[in-house]
């Protein structure tokens, strides 16, 4: 599990996270103990159209990890879209790999229970 600690705050549709936290994810076990730090900005207007930006550094074991994800939604009545892309970068041994990854939902809002979702996605290592 990520644990960790962060603070929010929030003001006419502006909002920022900053967070500290331990960088275990998708079952992988951070043993040393090294704390990933990650902070969010992002913007939502009164017509629910929202932008906004992460990023995030870190080490896992050996390895440097550093990333950014720029996110962008949009709802009209039922119907929302979402688009977001993120680029990382992780350095072992001084060998560096760079990766980026994207995708796209359309999402229909059928009841307050049931959503029909569609996404395209691409993951360019």
Request: a negative charge.
């Amino acid at each position: 599990r990520d644990y960790g600690v962060g603070v929010r705050a929030q003001n006419n549709g502006f909002s920022f996270n900053l967070s500290a936290h331990n960088g275990e994810a998708g079952g992988a076990y951070n043993s040393d103990g090294k704390v990933f730090v990650t902070g969010q900005w992002s913007y939502q207007t009164p017509t629910n159209t929202a932008l906004g930006l992460s990023l995030t550094e870190g080490r896992f074991d050996n390895t440097k990890i550093r990333g950014a994800n720029l996110f962008f939604k949009f709802i009209f009545a039922n119907l929302k879209v979402e688009i977001e892309a993120s680029g990382f970068q992780s350095v072992l041994n001084s060998v560096q790999t760079d990766w980026l990854a994207w995708h796209s939902d359309l999402i229909y809002q059928i009841s307050d229970e049931v959503n029909l979702l569609g996404r395209y996605e691409q993951y360019n290592p």
